[in-house]
Every structure is written in C-alpha cells, then in structure tokens.
C-alpha cells in the first residue's frame, strides 16, 4: 500500500461513507485481530462469508479501512519514540512542503501530522538512543533552519492507553475490548526472514501464510511457525486495522497536560478514567515540556468538549497547564519504520544469522 494512502486524518475529506450495525461489528473485531478468518467473522455477524468479503473490499475501497498491519513491538529492536512538535513558517508554502517532504520520508518516521492551532507539525519517529534522536534532529533542523520558527520534544515513558478505534464505536458495535496484556521483555532471536516476514505482514497482515511463503521464499508451515514465534515472544502483540477517522466522522484532537504531580495514586485513578472514556484513543506519560500526551477523538464540539472538561476533573487536584489543538491532515503512517527493519538486516547479515 503506498505510503500517500496511510493518512488517518483528513479533514478535507468531503465523501464519509455510512456504516451499518454490522460494519461496525466487522471493524471491531478486525481491530482486535486483523488476520481473523472470513468464517469466524462470518460467524459472529451472521452473515455468509462471500458477503462478509465483500464488506471488508467495500470498507477498503471506501477509504476506512487504510491497511491491515500487525502491532509490533518497537522496544524489542531497541527503538524509542519520540514527539516533535514545531511552529513553522507557513508563508514560505514551497519550504514547508520541502520540510513535510522530508519528514515523511525520513526512515525513522512514524507520523508527521499537519494542526491549524498552536502548533504547525508533529513529526514522531524512533531512534535508539536520546543521542541518535538529538542527532536525527540536529540535521533536519539544520536544513530546515529558515522555516523552523520553534520546536517541543517529548520523549514516550510509557503508555497508558492504546486503542485502534473510537470507543463510541465499539460501543455501538457492541463489542467487548479485551484487556490489553503485559509485554515481557523478549529472549526470542530474529533473522533475516523474521524481518522479511514483518515486512509483508506491515504491507498486509492478512495475507495468508501462502501469500507470504511466495514473497518470503519460505514454506506456508514455516510462515505460520515463525508468525507464531515472534507473537509467543512479545515481537508481534496482535494484529490491527489502520483506519481513517476523517471518514469514519470523527476529528483528532491532542491534549497536553503538565502536572505538579503524578504519583501512583494519581496514575491509577487516571488510568482508570481514561480506560472508562470512550474518546480517549490513546494516553502516554512523556518527558519534556509536558508530563501528559492524550489524544481525543470526538463526532463533534460538544463530545470533544465533554472529555476535555472531563479529563480536566480527573486531574483537578495535580493539573498546572495544558494546551489543545485540533489535528487538520496526517501526512504519513509507518507501521515499521524502514529504520529499523534496515538495521535488523545489516545486524543479521553481520552475525551471519540470515534464516
């Protein structure tokens, strides 16, 4: 799937497509399991498997559905993420595209997502060290110094919160979420073709072990054993949609919060609130200016505002400031950054570990 179709939020977007009961069941559970057989789906909605199908090519066709992709664990390869949020010159209309240009491109880039507030751009990318992330920085800065004006950094400490679609929508999906489970450190060893099989599963995590076995050269039986591997050993932790939200009806929002505090108390209070919300997406605490990162998707002014006065009375008792804007255009979505899928490589090429 080419790179210009990964964009989560588009506020230009004009046609939204409307969604049955049904639809909404079918994305819900491809969001908790992407690779979910046509059969089970089929099963649980009630419908034949032709016709759930042909729901699933329509949801694609119509732009919802972005891709199917598995949910990695960056962490395993080492890699961090981080937020940059810059203030740029945006009468310079040839320089700021030069810039998301080279974002987007950028092999270790996740996200770079277009506001109309208070912030122009938010680049996130891995790296594996706050130096390779200092260095990373240093040189799009450096070229970039004439349309620059100001930048924020914040470094992910952890998450809070991670869910693939609004929670209205599971909620009138009535699908029940399953709780997140706890990632162990992994002593699973990957090669050449683990790599490789990452690479297919990002391009389309539903392909079948057949598909796969033809793009990676190796037997159906071994695609499935290594997929299984690497989701024993906490590399891979589920399989998900990429969706549009823009086309789904709903706006992105992000919230940022500093807190005189944020004790265990407050941290377990907090994670309970926002477990319970159905708009909060996701929730990170972070490092930098701000201690807070949450993003809210919302149908409308009024659901937006709700959460916003909602998380606000949560944290009543430690908030000190924060600031809001709303997302205007994602720009681009990487699942895997080709960073870090060059960097396994070479490492397995060097230790001769090539599968």
Known sequence: MPKSALSRVDELLEKKPKLDLRDKKILAMLSEDSRMPLTAIARKVRMSRDTVDYRIKRLVASG??????????????????????????????ARKNALISALSGHPNTRSVMEYHD???????????????????????????KDVINRKDKLAIIKGLKSIQLP????????????????????????????IELLRALSQNS????????????ISPDAVGYRIKKMVAGGIIYGFTILTNLSALNYHLYTFCINVRTFDVHNEMRFREFITQNPNILRAVKV????????????????????????TQQNLREV????????????????????????????????SGNGG
Not at 292 to 301: C, K, M, V
Not at 341 to 346: E, R
């Open 64 to 93: 919802i559905i972005l891709g199917f992709a598995p949910q990695i664990n960056l962490g395993f390869f080492g890699y961090s993420t981080y937020h940059v949020f810059m203030v740029i010159d945006t009468l310079n209309e």
């Open 118 to 144: 208070t912030w122009d751009l938010e680049w996130v990318l891995v790296a594996r060290s706050l130096k390779e992330f200092d260095t990373i920085l240093i040189e799009i800065t450096k070229d970039f």
């Open 167 to 194: 929670g209205t929508l599971y909620r009138e999906s009535q699908h029940n979420l399953r709780k997140a489970e706890k990632r162990e450190k992994s002593k699973t060893a990957v090669d050449e073709t683990d």
């Open 206 to 217: 539903r392909l079948s072990t057949y598909e796969i076995a033809k793009l990676t050269g």
């Open 287 to 310: 490092l930098g200016d701000w201690d807070l990162l949450i993003y809210i998707t919302a149908d409308s002014q009024e659901s937006f505002h709700q959460t916003f006065k909602e």
């Open 319 to 350: 908030i000190a400031d924060y600031q809001t804007w709303a997302a205007y255009k994602e720009h681009v979505y990487n699942n895997f950054p080709p960073a870090i899928a060059d960097a396994q490589l070479k490492k397995a090429r060097k």
